[in-house]
């Protein structure tokens, strides 16, 4: 039971960062879920700090807050005149390196530290359960990934057209009458939902790798964006199920797997993609070629 519970888990997180990652990769702000996932810590301790609980729920809310928090001061600074790799590495360093003051200030004498924070580990999940009405409905990290799925699923769903358009032409989007800043915020909101609730089940630095790589492997199997989100889901799913399995053949991380799977993907489709792959391209100019010798 608890192998199904990892899988699942692992799907969960994969289609959701999967499927806000896409719309990342298409805005080349793929290193966003990065910046966010390190931003936060300082909302994790500040959390904690308040509450005096290391309870999941207070960690996610300070967490999401600090989230949110970073997207505003990154839009901040990039419509400041500053470019916007510059304003995610200010950003996400400054409120980094805040967070680890906090750490050693005033959470030495407890198990708060920047492993537990920051890698997770995926194993734990079916042990860490959820109580209701005195009965064991399932891993609190199932409730939560699922849920942040839920939301992404519905939220993008009504807003497809919106996002689609303010995603590969922001000047047309903001002519025909889109609020532009309202959906960026909207869906960095949606990037911070789904990368905080996956940080118990692989933590935040892992929830990077699915946050890019599914999306980025989809992006280079077809141009429709429809087509591009499931493949995702589907690379990201696969990923999940293929390395938990390797990773229990190796007697290696489970969550590290997933993402050597997701990035073994990526090289094949690199070499062998039919629009974007090296070697297919490779291929159609020798065959160009050979063609206009023969004329």
């Known amino acids: 039971m608890s192998t199904f519970w990892i899988i699942l888990t692992g799907a969960l997180v994969a289609s959701t960062c999967s499927i806000v990652g896409c719309f990342l990769v298409l805005r080349k702000m793929a290193m966003i879920g990065d910046a966010i996932s390190h931003a936060v810590l300082p909302g994790i301790v ?157 933590g935040a630095i892992l929830v990077v790798g699915m946050l890019v790589v599914p999306p980025a492997t989809a992006y280079l199997l077809t141009e429709k964006l429809s087509r591009m989100i499931l493949y995702s889901v589907l690379i990201g799913s696969l990923s999940s199920v293929v390395g938990y399995y390797i990773a229990h053949l190796l007697d290696a991380s489970i969550a590290g797997s997933m993402i050597s799977v997701a990035g073994a993907m990526f090289v094949i489709a690199l070499l062998f993609s039919p629009t974007h792959g090296v070697i297919f391209r490779k291929f159609l100019q020798k065959k160009m070629l050979q063609e206009d010798t023969a004329r």
């Not at 729920?57 to 949110?68: K, R």
């Not at 470019?83 to 590495?89: E, K, N, P, V």
Request: include cysteine; charge should be negative; aromatic fraction near 12%.
């Open 46 to 202: 500040i959390a904690f700090l308040i509450s005096g609980s290391r309870d999941s729920l207070f960690m996610l809310l300070g967490a999401a807050v600090l989230g949110l928090v970073t997207v505003f001061l990154i839009q901040l600074f990039h419509q400041s005149g500053v470019q916007s790799d510059a304003s995610i590495g200010v950003v996400f360093t400054a409120l980094f390196a805040i967070g680890v003051i906090l750490i050693s200030m005033y959470t030495r004498n407890i198990d708060l530290d920047l492993d537990c924070v920051l890698y997770g580990e995926i194993a734990y999940v079916p042990w860490n359960t959820l109580q209701f009405a005195g009965m064991d409905i399932g891993p609190k990290a199932v409730w939560a990934v699922g849920l942040a799925l839920l939301l992404s699923v519905i939220i993008i769903s009504v807003f497809y057209k919106q996002f689609k358009i303010c995603s590969f032409d922001p000047a047309m989007a903001a002519a025909a009458g889109i609020p532009v800043i309202l959906f960026h915020y909207l869906l960095m909101g949606l990037v911070s939902v789904s990368t905080v609730a996956s940080f118990e089940s692989v």
